[in-house]
Nanobody, 118 residues
Framework: QVQLVESGGGLVQPGGSLRLSCAAS????????MNWYSQAPGKERELVAR????????NYADSVKGRFTISRDNAKKTAYLQMNSLKPEDTAVYYC???????????WGQGTQVTVSS
């Protein structure tokens, strides 16, 4: 059974930081590209950051470049999203996604709420 379990969300003041984690089980972790998506109320889910299966390549949405960092620990089967200099517009549910390399097969976590507010 495949599981992606996110953690680390919460309420933070503008300018603050959070680190999201996504622990995977039931998959060969090193065969999957790991993605973080965000979905704000009333908006479509959008890609925030992506890291290749080896960790050698990363991509970011323009809105988070220079503030967010995606990483992964293949030994722990965990992906991370370090979020710095958070803004109110970063408020959203953040979802972890694992996509099998070279395939359309993917899995989703349940999401974790991030709220940036004073």
């Amino acid at each position: 059974q495949v599981q992606l379990v996110e953690s680390g969300g919460g309420l933070v003041q503008p300018g603050g930081s959070l680190r999201l984690s996504c622990a995977a089980s039931g998959i060969t972790f090193t065969s999957y590209t790991m993605n973080w998506y965000s979905q704000a109320p009333g908006k479509e889910r959008e890609l925030v950051a992506r890291i290749s299966n080896t960790g050698g390549s990363t991509n970011y949405a323009d809105s988070v470049k220079g503030r967010f960092t995606i990483s992964r620990d293949n030994a722990k089967k965990t992906a991370y999203l370090q979020m710095n200099s958070l803004k109110p517009e970063d408020t959203a549910v953040y979802y972890c996604n694992a996509q099998l390399f070279g395939s359309r097969l993917s899995y989703w976590g349940q999401g974790t709420q991030v709220t940036v507010s004073s």
